[in-house]
Each structure stands twice: as C-alpha cells, then as structure tokens.
C-alpha cells in the first residue's frame, strides 16, 4: 500500500516557477513508477511526466522543456519543477503510483489528493 500527499501548488504570474512534491508512505515506493497528471476544469485528466525507479522520465509534449520530474528515493518523494509557467497549465495536479511507465492514468494504483496550481495572466 502507498499513499502520497501533494504539496507546493499555489498562485503564480505567467513565466513564474513552481515545485510540487509528492510524499510518499510505504517502504516499497522505490519500486514504482511515479507520474503526475493534471486535470482542468471541465476536462479529461492529462498526463505531464513520469519517472523511474532510476531516473528515466518522460514528459508530455506540452510541457516537455519546461517542466522537470525527479526522485528522491531516499526521502520517498517526487519533484515535479514547473518553470515558464502558462495560464493553460493551470489545474489540479495529482500525483500517482504504478507499475508502469506508461501515460495513461488508469493504469496507475495509488493517487494523491491533489494540489492546486493557478497561473494568472
């Protein structure tokens, strides 16, 4: 079992930065796949990146450049570093769990409760 807990959203200008972190419970995260996603109002969830156990990630084109995911095992807790931030990344953002590398949501198990980020124009 995992459970993870979001933190660092909040209101920013457009081309202002921002780092969530994901804290997580269970000796066995090290293991997972971490990804995060994030949902705007009145839209489908959305995949922004993952990561490996070792450091490989792999991000959506729309923040690809911009956005940075890393890993601290040792802390169980995953960055999510948002730089050059747009008004259209603003959303909920959650963080996930799996076994898989893979950029659909449904195939992660354990999910956050979210953390809000609001870019204003």
């Known amino acids: 079992q995992v459970q993870l807990v979001e933190s660092g959203g909040g209101l920013v200008q457009a081309g202002g930065s921002l780092r969530l972190s994901c804290a997580a419970s269970?000796?066995?995260?090290?293991?997972?796949?971490t990804g995060w996603f994030r949902q705007a109002p009145g839209k489908e969830r959305e995949f922004v990146a993952t990561?490996?156990?070792?450091?490989?990630?792999y991000y959506a084109d729309s923040v690809k450049g911009r956005f940075t995911i890393s890993r601290d095992n040792a802390k169980n807790t995953v960055y999510l570093q948002m730089n050059s931030l747009k008004p259209e990344d603003t959303a909920v953002y959650y963080c996930?769990?799996?076994?898989?590398?893979?950029?659909?949501?449904?195939?992660?198990?354990?999910w956050g409760q979210g953390t809000q980020v609001t870019v204003s124009s």
């Open positions: 990561i490996k156990s070792g450091g490989t990630s």
């Open positions: 996930a769990a799996g076994v898989a590398i893979v950029a659909r949501p449904e195939a992660y198990d354990y």
């Open positions: 269970g000796r066995t995260f090290s293991r997972y796949v």
